[in-house]
């Protein structure tokens, strides 16, 4: 696929953020993430990007968890087609408690179970450039790679949900012809809150931004090097006084 020199199209969701919900650490922390990415995008040059959680993920969609993805993919997209699909989530992983970092989950759906027609896809652009895009979340946040083997990749087929042969709801709701061809699709899980370290170093008052920062370079990565992407970017904070931690 190629994008060429015109802005990046974006369309991202906090999790938890709709009736379903989840645990409020998470469900707070991805809605304050979800709001930094689309600050820092919008202030940056390159990126138009939309939330599907309302007020810029602050609030929360009245729909089930596939609800809002499935508002992109029949709405959004035939008229804006979306480059990039991104829900934001953090793991718990409370049976293991020394569990780390930071991983990208992508769309496998051979065989599985689907409320939606299912291709069965994968998405090669990010199988082959998430190792790349948590190198990149780890390096803004101070989190460790994780994932199986800290590869910082996981399948949806490797996903709880995925082991009990059925597809990840957001990715079936977004498994469209359209989205299938022209869009790379996936969940962060940055941090793991059931360990004491990560859950420190994602209570810090500064974090969201670190991770905003982390996750717009990843999209900025993957679309360069995936997506002929060749559109003169400009990531806001990298034209600002910036800390050492997050500069480097
Ligand atoms: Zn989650």
């Known amino acids: 696929m190629r994008i060429g020199p015109r802005p990046l199209r974006l369309a991202l969701g906090a999790g938890h953020h709709n009736a379903r919900g989840g645990t409020p650490f998470e469900a707070d922390l991805n809605g304050r993430v979800c709001r930094a990415i689309v600050d820092l995008a919008r ?11 309302p007020e810029d993920g602050l609030g929360i969609h009245p729909g089930v968890v596939d609800v ?4 992109v993919a029949m709405t ?15 793991q718990a992983f409370p049976s293991r408690p020394s569990e780390r970092g930071v991983f990208l989950i992508h769309p496998d759906g051979v065989g599985l179970a689907s409320d939606y027609p299912n291709p ?3 998405d090669e652009d990010v199988v082959e450039h998430a190792a790349t895009m948590a190198r990149i979340i780890s ?4 989190l460790p790679v994780g994932g ?28 469209t012809p359209g989205m299938v061809a022209h869009s790379c699709r996936f969940i962060t899980e940055v941090g ?8 420190a170093i994602m209570s810090q008052p500064g974090f969201a931004r670190m991770e905003a920062i982390g996750v717009i370079r990843a999209y900025a990565s ?7 992407w060749n559109y003169a970017y400009r990531i806001a904070v990298e034209t600002e006084q910036c800390t050492s931690a997050i500069d480097r």
């Open 192 to 199: 793991t809150h059931t360990n004491a370290v990560d859950r």
């Open 120 to 122: 069965g896809e994968v």
């Open 139 to 142: 390096g803004t946040t101070g």
């Open 76 to 90: 959004w997209d035939p008229d804006w087609p979306v480059d990039i699909f991104h829900e934001i989530h953090a």
């Open 43 to 53: 202030l940056s040059d390159g990126f138009e990007i939309q939330s599907y959680t």
């Open 68 to 71: 809002g993805p499935r508002e």
């Open 222 to 228: 993957l679309a360069v090097t995936q997506l002929d």
């Open 148 to 175: 199986p083997g800290e590869t910082g990749v996981v399948s949806e087929r490797q996903t709880l949900v995925g082991l009990e042969g059925r597809r990840l709801r957001i990715f079936a709701a977004t498994a």
